[in-house]
């Protein structure tokens, strides 16, 4: 099973950037699909944004157009590029790695806090 280690998260102001990063311990170009979710105090968690393995991407409709969702396979890594970040984007940031038999594997998540 693919373990999981997010980082990049932090305190940023309205309006700022944030890049998350999510290593994973073995190839990545042979998953399914790799994705993004988050995690607001006392509501579910959510999909941010996917990438599967054709290299396509989607995206939650409160996020499109700020962030990006991308992977480096050399690096067996995939990001979050969070641009023009609100308050309302303050959460705990997971990864997610969905193999093609069904099994998923979770990062511990990293926190984004967009305050002033």
């Known amino acids: 099973q693919v373990q999981l280690v997010e980082s990049g998260g932090g305190l940023v102001q309205p309006g700022g950037s944030l890049r998350l990063s999510c290593a994973a311990s073995?190839?990545?170009?042979?998953?399914?699909?790799m994705a993004w979710y988050r995690q607001a105090p006392g509501k579910q968690r959510d999909l941010v944004a996917r990438i599967i393995s054709d290299g396509s991407t989607n995206y939650a409709d409160s996020v499109k157009g700020r962030f990006t969702i991308s992977r480096d396979n050399a690096r067996n890594t995939l990001y979050l590029q969070m641009s023009s970040l609100k308050p309302e984007d303050t959460a705990v940031y997971y990864c997610?790695?969905?193999?093609?038999?069904?099994?998923?594997?979770w990062g511990q998540g990293t926190q984004v806090t967009v305050s002033s």
């Open positions: 073995g190839s990545i170009s042979s998953l399914r699909a």
């Open positions: 997610n790695a969905q193999q093609w038999s069904g099994l998923g594997s």
